[in-house]
Structures are given as C-alpha cells and as structure tokens.
C-alpha cells in the first residue's frame, strides 16, 4: 500500500476570514443603527418644530389683525373675558372664559392646525361684526 500525504488546509486562514466577515457585519450593524436613529431624532424635531410654528402663526397672525393679547391665551383658562386653545389629553379645545370665570367649549379638533385656523377665523369673524357694530352706531 502507498500511502499517500495529505496536505493539511490551513485552517487558521479560514478562521481569520471569518472573524473579518463577522467584523465587518457588526461595523455594518452599528453605522445602520445610528443613521437610524438620526434619522428619527431629525423626524422628531422636525414634527415638534411643526406644531410650534401653527401656535407661533397664529399669535402673530392674531396680533397683525389687532386682537389685544389679553383676549386669548394659550393652554391657560385662568383669564376672565378670554378665548383659550387648550389641549385636552389628545384633542384641542377653544373654550371661552367669560367675566365670571364660566368656561364654555366653543370647538374640538384633533389636529392642533385646525384648531388654530379655526381660533383665527372665529377672531377674524368677530372683529368683522365689532367692525359692522362701529358702523352702524356712526351711522345713527
């Protein structure tokens, strides 16, 4: 009988390819998780930054029309002859105070802009009828 060599395979080699594969896919992992999680911290400012700007809009749009600071107010029912935008666990509320401290709840919305541009319609429509009322009392 021959007897034949076997050449042994250099096993170490193979090892050490698989810890780099093994090392790359855990570097791959991670630069993925935290590009994940930027991408959520951008995403979740940037839907903070919205809801600021609706409030934001509407004080100065409010403001522009000549509404007097003192005849609305926001998350704060604690003013008498006033008109508040007041979250309310998951929904707004336009609520007005009357001189008496009774709250009256004008509207519910759910989304925060459309409580705002109805707040900003309800104010301009008042101001509209203060204008009509001016009106006719010169008229007379």
């Not at 809801?51 to 926001?74: E, H, P, W």
């Not at 004008?106 to 705002?116: D, L, T, W």
Request: net charge neutral; hydrophobic share 40%.
């Amino acid at each position: 009988m021959s007897s034949t060599k076997v050449e042994p395979c250099n096993i170490s080699v193979v090892v050490e390819r698989m810890y780099l594969r093994i090392d790359s896919l855990s570097l791959a992992l991670w630069f993925n998780y935290f590009i994940a999680l930027a991408i959520f911290i951008c995403l979740w400012r940037k839907d903070y930054k919205l809801t600021l700007s609706n409030i934001d809009r509407l004080k100065k749009t409010l403001q522009n029309l000549g509404v007097a600071n003192s005849a609305f107010y926001i998350d704060d029912i604690c003013h008498a002859d006033s008109t508040v935008l007041f979250k309310s666990g998951n929904e707004y509320q336009i609520i007005y105070v009357d001189d008496r401290g009774v709250q009256k709840v004008i509207a519910s919305f759910f989304e925060e802009k459309q409580a705002c541009d109805f707040l900003l319609e309800y104010f301009k429509k008042s101001a509209s009828e203060q204008v009509r009322k001016t009106i006719y009392l010169n008229s007379n």
